[in-house]
């Protein structure tokens, strides 16, 4: 037995004792460092000093977002790849800055594995909305997509949780308006990441207690067949477009 302030505690007793799960409002686990967000930060760093190593211009031909190179050539992993790619050292240092603000918070709210979930799916979105209105010739790069994606989850999150999403709407909102103006900006994938990014939350936010996780993972499986089913029609698309034009192209 082990003297206690009051009587005596068994050890095995207290050994046994579980401390209590601590869960996010959507039911992740709770987390106190938002070490994702580090680790997503991280790997865009990487791959922009790879990306300089090897010439900007060069990697993005090679791993960016091209429409025509997608249907043509198959290349459906650049989806995903662009999305970890920047065209220059201002490119990176916006996103990340948004990755980092938005991200910490987002991560703790969400916990891990749906953050991370919502921070691909949304990035998906955007390289998809990209690809379906982009030009062809286009090569797209960037984690804007993303992060307009965390930006509109933090709307939906801040709306249900009640908390104040006044700065983060007028962030959005100069964004958004810069997007449009500035040149050589895809705005495209910024209003797509930030749908995906909006629904994903509102899956996570709006699921009820009972079956939560079960709903809330069914919920961003769909939302994955829908990109990859948007994906294989602007692909037939764009195959049918430019069959007569590039011999042997797959139909």
Not at 6 to 14: A, R
Not at 154 to 176: E, M, P, S
């Amino acid at each position: 037995m082990i003297p206690a302030s009051v009587g005596f505690q068994c050890p095995t007793c207290v050994g046994n004792t579980r401390v209590p799960k601590v869960v996010t409002p959507v039911g992740g686990a709770s987390v106190e460092k938002p070490y994702v967000t580090y680790a997503l930060i991280a790997v865009n760093i990487v791959v922009f000093l790879l990306q300089f190593s090897i010439g900007i211009d060069e990697s993005s031909r090679e791993f960016g977002m091209w429409p025509a190179g997608i249907a043509i050539e198959g290349s459906y992993w650049s989806l995903m790849t662009s999305a970890f790619m920047h065209a220059s050292p201002l490119h990176i240092a916006f996103n990340m800055y948004i990755l980092y603000v938005m991200g910490a918070t987002l991560e703790r709210i969400f916990g891990r594995t749906r953050f991370i979930a919502l921070y691909l799916l949304a990035a998906l979105g955007g390289s998809v909305a990209s690809y379906w209105f982009s030009d062809l010739r286009t090569v797209s790069v960037g984690a804007s997509g993303a992060v307009f994606g965390l930006m509109g989850a933090f709307i939906v999150a801040g709306r249900r949780l009640r908390f104040d999403i006044t700065q983060v709407l007028i962030l959005l909102g100069i964004n958004l308006a810069f997007g449009f103006i500035g040149e050589g900006v895809d705005w495209r994938a910024h209003l797509g990441g930030m749908a995906v990014g909006a629904i994903v939350a509102a899956i996570f936010v709006f699921a009820p207690r009972k079956h939560q996780t079960l709903i809330q993972g069914v919920g961003c499986v769909a939302v994955l067949i829908v990109l990859i089913v948007a994906v294989m029609v602007r692909t037939t698309d764009i195959q049918n477009l430019l069959a007569p034009f590039v011999p042997g192209i797959a139909t």
